[in-house]
């Protein structure tokens, strides 16, 4: 079946560095979704990625679709104790039979001052 | 207010015990889905339906049952079937299918002993 993995697992940042959560699915994907979950909360969508290549930004966020629609990236710049949370990149399979999304396994991001 | 209500937030039950756990929208989406989710891994979908009167498994159906009477409704009964029942448990909608942003509700943790 379609597995989604993200890396790294956690990720321990000082303010002001920059973060990159990477997603790789082992089948391509039609589009690739990412949500924020804060702690003790719930996931919030953030985007969606639907052609091949694609880069899109959201001021400090900026988010990229794989050549081959099999990976992903999100790329925090300049990171702010706002940004703490776990980041989930969600992948729509192409397999027939149904689309079907999965989620990643999620990449923890802590800020320090 | 346009949004997802779970209840209850938090949730004990005795081993041996089935369990219902509510998941109402009032966005007017047609298709719900239940997710489980465990300390450190990603979502993992239980049951889906994408119309009323209608639902599919996902990859971990095994010990849970749902229904689908009303659009607006998907509760979620963990049966003491399940092994391993103790987690958050999350309920999200989408206007249509999976392709689409997912709207979360605030969970439902539940803590069986």
């Known amino acids: 079946g379609q597995q989604v993995m993200q890396i790294p697992q956690y990720q321990h940042v000082q303010e002001g560095e920059d973060f990159t959560t990477y997603c790789n699915s082992s089948?391509?994907?039609?589009?690739i979704q990412w949500y924020k979950q804060r702690p003790g909360g719930h996931p919030v969508f953030l985007i969606q990625?639907?052609?091949?290549?694609e880069v899109k930004k959201q001021k400090r966020l900026t988010f990229q679709f794989g050549e081959a629609k099999k990976n992903s990236s999100l790329h925090i710049t300049a990171t702010q104790t706002t940004d703490v949370g776990t980041y989930f990149c969600?992948?729509?399979?192409?397999?027939?039979?149904?689309?079907?999304?999965?989620f990643g396994t999620g990449t923890q991001l802590k800020v320090e001052l | 207010d346009g949004g997802i209500t779970q209840s209850p937030k938090y949730l004990f039950r005795k081993e041996g015990q089935n369990v219902t756990l509510s998941c109402e929208q009032n966005?007017?989406?047609?298709?719900m889905y239940w997710y489980r989710q465990d300390p450190g891994q990603g979502l993992r979908l239980i049951y889906y339906?994408?119309?009323?009167?209608?639902?599919q498994k996902g990859d971990i159906a095994e010990g849970y049952s749902v229904s689908r009477e009303k659009k607006e409704s998907f509760p979620l009964t963990v049966t003491s079937a399940q092994k391993n029942p103790t987690a958050f448990y999350l309920c999200?909608?989408?206007?249509?299918?999976?392709?689409?942003?997912?709207?979360f509700g605030p969970g439902t943790r539940l803590t069986v002993t």
């Open positions: 999200a909608s989408t206007p249509r299918g999976q392709g689409y942003e997912q709207y």
């Open positions: 089948t391509t994907l039609s589009n």
């Open positions: 990625l639907v052609k091949s290549g």
């Open positions: 969600a992948g729509l399979g192409v397999t027939g039979g149904g689309n079907k999304l999965t």
């Open positions: 966005l007017n989406h047609d298709a």
């Open positions: 339906s994408q119309i009323v009167n209608d639902f």
